[in-house]
């Protein structure tokens, strides 16, 4: 009876596949898309002011010796409000995060910072998505690490988790 | 209130379908009639639950209730209507929620109307259903949500802009029609191991379901090729892309179950493969979901889905597919081998048809899930493109074509391979002259594309040939379906090999004012200027093209720039002829004051959708009339009644 041991080849079979897809989604590097932004000058760009008294953000500034994130956001963006509490942590570690509100209006930013807390040390309001497209950026959240000469070496697409905290610090590392 | 009564449906649906699966698996045991006629009302109801759910969750998108978090994330208030409409299933809950919406009605369906299977194969089937309904129920309310509330959100963050068109805003459903038709399919085949029920009358109550998913299936790949090929301005019809692939393995898999079915309902044989086909084409179109919708293959289909979500639908998958394979392997070596035949016969063409078309869905899976299974073992990032498809799948395709012209012209059973020749001689004959006219006149056009056109002479008049001397009005409704996908396929080949060989282009970086030329036209650059849309910035170029003889005429591609995500997206323009598309593309980038234009001239490409919409038509003619055969064969002969004629 050769048959026997044939019929539970696509099991065999199906079973390798799903080996194959869990493996492929439990490996980080997977989900991190590869900008073109990544290594190169950042382009000239300015902000506006979004919150009284706190300075915008704008490529000039950036360039200020010091290794940083730059933060792409909006107030009514809803996973933003999520990643909010992670990047409050790293700002305590002493990591500066500057922040660009998109499509948004000062009030509004005001607000959303007021009720989930401002992790921001600049924050530069990008009315019409200009700034946001000069540096690469396509959607929001983003958060971009700069080095300290002001060059893009990480992009990160989506929510900054918990668990993407070492890989930033890494990258932060890496620049200084 | 809205978003509370959606989740109360969705619970109680939930619940319904535990009490169904409990119903199905009860009844078998105890084979309590009691029991195994409650399971179709209790299907019905759970059906009616869901759809009311997924009703609830299309009300809040209409109404831009931004305190449902799914519709914050998805949607936007200025977006016009059609689009907050489609949003509902733009994203990963929304779409788990239509995908169980339809799969219940399916199962409702089956409850309700199924007449030819027997009791215990039908509660079998109603059960197996329910045990997939309830995996995805489980998944959206325990870790999807979709009617998760959000607070102090006034604006909503947009639908991928990329998805902001109203042939791609109906493209989802239509697959997934396709994907749970298959999921019948399955719970059939289930059904019939479980109750070892493997025969004729079962393949015939399996076939409108394969027929109707296969017809979806179909639709939403013709449409999702065209949608590429006018919004994408490359010029293309087919990219190989994953998630092409992904709806495309299915589509293989099915046609392949749909031929051997018909072999099951009509000679009683196949009966273990059909069984195999049926649980690999559902594998498919949920290794198509998942591949798609988990991000693992990076896509502007795949929405950003956590880590978490993915194993959870991969611990669905390797549950049902895995255990249905299982399920097969203990099972079949009790299922009485079918009927035999000969070599030279219809089954054994058929047999052909299901063995290259398993060949090309390997194929297709395998350059699919390479660049994912290297980066896995190296951390290498490669794609596989059209080269590694076409050279392989290409040549497999052409025997497929020669195999589907015979095959319909062969008797059931055994046949003489002289009288083939004497009934295919005219199409040998045609194919004959078609690479004889094609070696004179075309050139050097390559070899697939040669191959393809010689291909499709002989198809094409092959296919036809089963009306030959038959008195027309009496044919059967699927023997015309049939000639009429089949002439299809040489229909869409036609498209495919003239486009491959013989389109123009023209490539040029024009001024305002300036003329140039592609194929027979004259298109000169009249203006560029700003056109804002409803919820986008639009740079739009106005061409006019003047031909011979013909009044001159005003084409004006697109270049969309979206804000809400921020996002480009292109609209060619373009002017269909009988004998092909003229295509203009507005490029992204301006040189000084001269715009990047791309011309084309595409002969006969408008062929390849055209014949896929009559593979579509020629599947719906075969199922409608197949229901009417069953539906006139039910009312004199009780179901008792064995070995009636199909």
Redesign the interface.
Known sequence: MMRKPLLWLPMVLGLGLFVLFYLGLENPGQRIINSNVIGRELPEFSTQVAVEGVEPVSSENLRDGKPRLVNVFASWCAPCIQEIPVLLRLRAQGIEIDGIAVHDRPADISRFLAENGNPYRRIGLDNEGRSQLEIGSSGVPETFVIDREGRIVYQHIGIVTEQDIPDILARLGETG | MIAEAGLAALWLAAALTIAQLALGVLGLRRAGEGLAEAIIPVSVLQALLVTFSFVCLVTLFMRSDMSV?LV??NSHSAKPMIYKFAGTWGNHEGSMLLWVTILSIAGATIAAFERKLRTDTKVATLAAQAAIALGFYGFLLLSSNPFER?E??????GLNPLLQDPGLAFHPPTLYAGYVGMSAAFSFAVGALVTRDVGPEFARAMRPWILASWIFLTIGIVAGSYWAYYTLGWGGWWFWDPVENASLMPWLATTALLHSVTVLATRDGLRAWTI?LA??AF?MSM?GT?LVR???L?SVHSF?VD?ER??FI?GL??FY??GA??L??LR??TVREGSRFDLVSRESALVMNNLLLTVILVVVLCGT?YP??L??AN?EKISVGAPYFNAVAGPLAVILMLILAAGPLLRWRTDSTKKLVDRIALALVSGAGAALLLAVFAGDLGILPYLGLVVAAVVGVASVAPLWKRNLRRTPLFTWGMVIAHLGCAVSIVGMASESAFTQENLVAMEIGETQRIHDFEVTLEDVREAPGPNYAALEAVAIVRREGEEPLRMVPQLHQF?????QTNQAAIETYWNGQLYIVLGDRSIGNRFLMRLWWKPFVTFIWLGGIMIALGGLLSLVGRVRRDIVSRKPAAPELKGAPA
């Open positions: 978090l914050a994330a959000i102090n959100v006034i604006e909503g963050a195999m649980v690999l594998s290794v998942f988990s991000g693992i990076t950003a880590p993915g194993v991969l998958l390797v597919i895995c394979l299982a097969f392997a079949i070596g899930l994912l299974a980066e896995l951390g804000s809400d995500p921020v996002m």
